[in-house]
């Protein structure tokens, strides 16, 4: 049984930040793809950030240098810091993971796995 659990959302101003977290258990571990994704109501699951199996990261352009993912091997989690926050970043957050994400990371049919989500809303 595979169990992703995001935590770490909540209500930020613009500008602001936060760190999301995702815990991994079952059959996930450190070798796996693990990715984040967001999406708003009426819109497709977009790509913004993931950590391949062999510690490549991946960005949205939207993202780079504002945010960072990355993994804890040894917690079996997965984290996205979030900075410098706009509000076009409000939508549900979520994890994903699968065995393997390649060059198209940013694809959701990629991923077995996924979170339940959590909400993150940035006000201006």
């Known amino acids: 049984q595979v169990q992703l659990v995001e935590t770490g959302g909540g209500s930020v101003e613009a500008a602001g930040s936060l760190t999301l977290s995702c815990a991994a258990s079952g059959r996930v571990d450190s070798s796996y793809c693990m990715g984040w994704f967001r999406q708003i109501p009426g819109k497709d699951r977009e790509g913004v950030a993931a950590i391949d199996m062999d510690g490549t990261t991946n960005y949205a352009d939207f993202v780079k240098g504002r945010f960072t993912v990355s993994k804890d091997k040894a917690k079996n989690t997965l984290y996205l810091e979030m900075n410098n926050l706009k509000p076009e970043a409000t939508a549900m957050y979520y994890c994903?993971?699968?065995?393997?994400?390649?060059?198209?990371?940013?694809?959701?049919?990629?991923?077995?796995?996924w979170g339940q989500g959590t909400q993150v809303t940035v006000s201006s």
């Open positions: 994903a993971a699968n065995f393997w994400c390649g060059s198209m990371w940013y694809e959701a049919l990629r991923y077995s796995y």
